[in-house]
């Protein structure tokens, strides 16, 4: 069973630009998750995503956004980068269960480089 | 409002010694609890989980925490420690209703000396 992929792996954008992520989750798995991590801040949640409506949102600007497809894919976006915005993006799977909250599945992650 | 606490940025021990990561959480509701492992590179990896059954959790790579509600704390501990398991390590809290949502610790790096 293929895990959690994300493209790209890393990239490099200087800011102002607008950068998009991809995640394609484990097959099944219906629930989409977005975290940022960074050494300052550690592993913050962006928002979490599941049956194409995001159902949780975290602490961050209006800048970062997200959607689900049908397949259950998804991608984040982030507009007006800003050189805070580099970091390890990281998406995580879940096929939720009726006994409360499932396994998060974490893909390798995106690091994106502002300059 | 949730939240976790890890303590000690940076533990060190010997091949063989015994391995304690401590976590203390905050929550108003019952918690679930989880910790993960993150190696160089790569994304984060279930441990083990405490989802209100039995308070002794077991996990991968003979790793066990066991929950104390009145300490509110889930360390996290092995009895002998591997130079496989040098990684940084992250304690996370949720509850029923959060879905995807993990509050997150700040992370604990392991080193394993030989």
């Known amino acids: 069973k293929a895990g959690v992929t994300q493209t790209p792996r890393y990239l490099i954008k200087t800011r102002g630009q607008q950068v998009t992520l991809s995640c394609s989750p484990i097959s099944g798995h219906r629930s989409v998750s977005w975290y940022q991590q960074t050494p300052g801040q550690g592993l913050q949640f962006l928002f979490e995503y599941f049956s194409e409506t995001q159902r949780n949102k975290g602490n961050f600007p209006g800048r970062f956004s997200g959607r689900q497809f049908s397949n259950s894919r998804s991608e984040m976006n982030v507009s007006t980068l800003e050189l805070g915005d580099s970091a390890l993006y990281l998406c995580a799977s879940s096929f939720p269960s009726g006994s409360g909250p499932g396994e998060l599945f974490f893909g390798e992650g995106s690091r994106l480089t502002v300059l | 409002a949730q939240s976790v606490t890890q303590l000690g940025s940076h533990v060190s021990v010997s091949e063989g010694a015994l391995v304690l990561l401590r976590c203390n959480y905050s929550?108003?509701?019952?918690?679930?609890l989880f910790w993960y492992v993150q190696y160089p590179n790569q994304g984060l990896q279930l441990l083990l989980k405490y989802t209100s059954a039995a308070t002794l959790v077991k996990g991968i790579n003979g790793f066990e925490a066991e929950f104390k509600k009145s300490e509110t704390s889930f360390h996290l501990t092995k009895p002998s420690a591997h130079m496989s398991d040098a990684a940084e390590y992250f304690c996370a809290v949720t509850h029923y209703n959060q879905g995807g949502k993990l509050i997150f610790g700040q992370g604990t790096e392991l080193s394993v000396k030989p």
């Open positions: 929550s108003s509701v019952p918690p679930y």
